[in-house]
Antibody
Framework: QLQLQESGPGLVKPSETLSLTCTVS??????????WGWIRQPPGKGLEWIGS???????YYNPSLKSRVTISVDTSKNQFSLKLSSVTAADTAVYYC???????????WGQGTLVTVSS | QSALTQPASVSGSPGQSITISCTGT?????????VSWYQQHPGKAPKLMIY???NRPSGVSNRFSGSKSGNTASLTISGLQAEDEADYYC????????FGGGTKLTVL
């Protein structure tokens, strides 16, 4: 059974960079049939796609966040990571990592991790 | 890319049927048969309920069904049960991914 687990700091200061890692177990991140992505959900609000990465390193970002987002993959560790720079309180959210098929259907989600931006 | 439009809330009594709409444009919902629906209970990660407009993943009740007409997709839940009370989100492939704003389903 595929499992995804987010890890990283739960508290980030304004203007700093948010960094999260997703560890994939029970399957290979190098599968040619899937993308790996990040989705966030501010408290009490809806889902927002942040971006996705293919095992080869090809990336796709939400245009509204593109200038601040970097997603990378480490196939040797079966992990992929998110960096979001210059964070503000508006970036406070539960961040989910997920597996997406080639037409963006999300079939596996991590449990989510709350990241709070505050000084 | 703009979020897809969903009603903020819908409600129904046990045993009844409800339908949640998801309206986009010809660049997303109308342009691809790749609409998905997710169910999210409080404090939990979303769960895939429908993919490719009308397909159910293994293990999802056949009380859940999906359809699409033009730029609007719909999720229908028949035989409402208390456990169906949750938030529901649609999404569409657009060469990237866009979500709807979410709909809170209340089972009266």
């Amino acid at each position: 059974q595929l499992q995804l687990q987010e890890s990283g700091p739960g508290l980030v200061k304004p203007s700093e960079t948010l960094s999260l890692t997703c560890t994939v177990s029970g399957g290979s991140i190098s599968s040619s049939s899937y993308y790996w992505g990040w989705i966030r959900q501010p408290p009490g609000k809806g889902l927002e796609w942040i971006g996705s990465i293919y095992y080869s390193g090809s990336t796709y970002y939400n245009p509204s966040l593109k200038s601040r987002v970097t997603i990378s993959v480490d196939t040797s560790k079966n992990q992929f990571s998110l960096k979001l720079s210059s964070v503000t309180a508006a970036d406070t959210a539960v961040y989910y990592c997920a597996r997406l098929d080639l037409v963006a259907t999300i079939d596996y989600w991590g449990q989510g991790t709350l990241v709070t931006v505050s000084s | 890319q703009s979020a897809l439009t969903q009603p903020a809330s819908v409600s129904g009594s046990p045993g009844q049927s409800i339908t949640i709409s998801c309206t986009g444009t010809s660049s997303d919902v109308g342009g691809y048969n790749y609409v998905s629906w997710y169910q999210q209970h409080p404090g939990k990660a979303p769960k895939l309920m429908i993919y490719d407009v009308s397909n159910r993943p293994s293990g999802v009740s056949n009380r859940f069904s999906g359809s699409k007409s033009g730029n609007t997709a719909s999720l229908t839940i028949s035989g409402l049960q208390a456990e169906d009370e949750a938030d529901y989100y649609c999404s569409s492939y657009t060469s990237s991914l866009v979500f709807g704003g979410g709909t809170k389903l209340t089972v009266l």
